[in-house]
């Protein structure tokens, strides 16, 4: 497989240096899979460390909040007795329960633990991850039994403000629909074959592959669709129901590790999603969102948007070595 990129250069007279013409190089690249592209800008600072104080932010939502321990039970919704008996879905420090606000026939939350209103990306641990997902994939399982149609499932997360996210305690999302979103049905129409293309030729070349941890593959996207996009793969598993207590323990070790990494570069907020599509292995996507700070600009711009292009400074190959240090050697 030939990974496409092209360079270009754009000129300009630069005030900074007396008028005097200066070149910059953008490189445009293509995703081998979904065929979107990708635009590496040369490194601005674009995405600056956080300032805010979290701790005082955490405390000014604590009181209000229903995912915390004294109101968990009382203001959140419960599943049906079809799903899960008793009305949740607990594992380790994980609660499960539906989503007051659906986003499909199936729509699932589930926080790490109601005592961790504030979960800082460093403090991220394998078993917090890997509990809170092996939550989700229950959830699936269940939802699935019951409504066989439903075949299209994910998991995914909006850590903090800038992610999206409308509550601050940490929490991940289960979606289970008949219909796919547009990524899923994206994917599903790319050849089963060509997934096994890519990371065979990401894993020769080296630049961006990180890792593997069980059969869980990681590699920094050569494409990304957000600022230090970190990919992972799951051949075997086309769903999220489809993951063995082993692969959701190597994911939450995977998902934990890039987390602190994120912590690390000066990032305290992502997105996540572990997208499931027949007969494909499960794509999982992580990307770092702006950090909160007075006048912040936000990472998502009229290009990623309406565009559908991601446009970022941070390069994949810079953000491989950070991250390959970190996994274990293939």
């Known amino acids: 497989m030939k990974l496409r990129s092209r360079v270009v250069e754009a000129e300009i007279l630069d005030p900074g240096a ?113 509990d809170n997902l092996a939550a989700q994939v229950a959830w699936v399982r269940a939802v699935q039994a019951t409504d066989p149609d439903a075949r299209w499932a994910s998991v995914s997360a909006n850590h903090f403000v800038p992610s999206g996210s409308s509550l601050f305690h940490p929490h991940l999302q289960g979606l289970v629909d008949r219909e796919p979103t547009t990524v899923q049905r994206v994917l599903s129409e790319v050849p089963a074959g060509r997934f096994a293309e890519y990371l065979d030729t990401e894993r020769d070349l080296g630049a961006r592959y990180v890792g593997r941890i069980g059969r869980v593959e990681w590699l920094a996207g050569f494409a990304p669709v957000g600022p230090a996009e970190i990919r992972a793969f799951v051949p075997g598993a086309a769903s999220p129901a489809e993951l063995d207590e082993r692969d959701v323990r ?28 027949p007969d494909r292995p499960l794509d999982v996507r992580i990307v770092a969102r702006s950090s909160l700070r007075p006048f912040y600009r936000s990472d998502v711009t009229s290009l ?20 390959g240090e970190r996994f274990p050697t293939p």
Do not use: Q
């Open 18 to 130: 007396g008028f005097r013409p200066a070149r910059t190089v953008v490189e445009i690249r293509w995703d081998p899979l979904t065929g979107h592209s990708s635009r590496i800008l040369p490194a601005r600072g674009l995405m600056p460390p956080g300032e805010a104080d979290l701790e005082a932010l955490a405390e000014e939502s604590r009181a209000t909040c229903p995912f915390c321990p004294d109101r968990i039970e009382s203001r959140t919704p419960k599943l049906t007795p079809a799903v899960a008996p008793e009305g949740r879905i607990r594992v380790g420090r994980a609660v499960l329960f539906p989503n007051l606000l659906p986003y499909g026939a199936h729509s699932s939350v589930s926080v790490y633990a109601p005592d961790l209103h504030l979960l800082r990306l460093g403090d991220m641990t394998p078993d917090l991850v890997a």
């Open 304 to 323: 990623e948007r309406l565009h559908f292009e991601g446009a970022v400074d941070v390069s994949p190959e810079d953000l491989a070595l950070r991250a």
């Open 250 to 277: 190597d994911l939450g070790r995977g998902i934990a590790t890039v987390l602190n990494l994120y912590a690390d570069l000066g990032y305290e907020s992502f997105n996540l999603a572990a997208c499931g599509v």
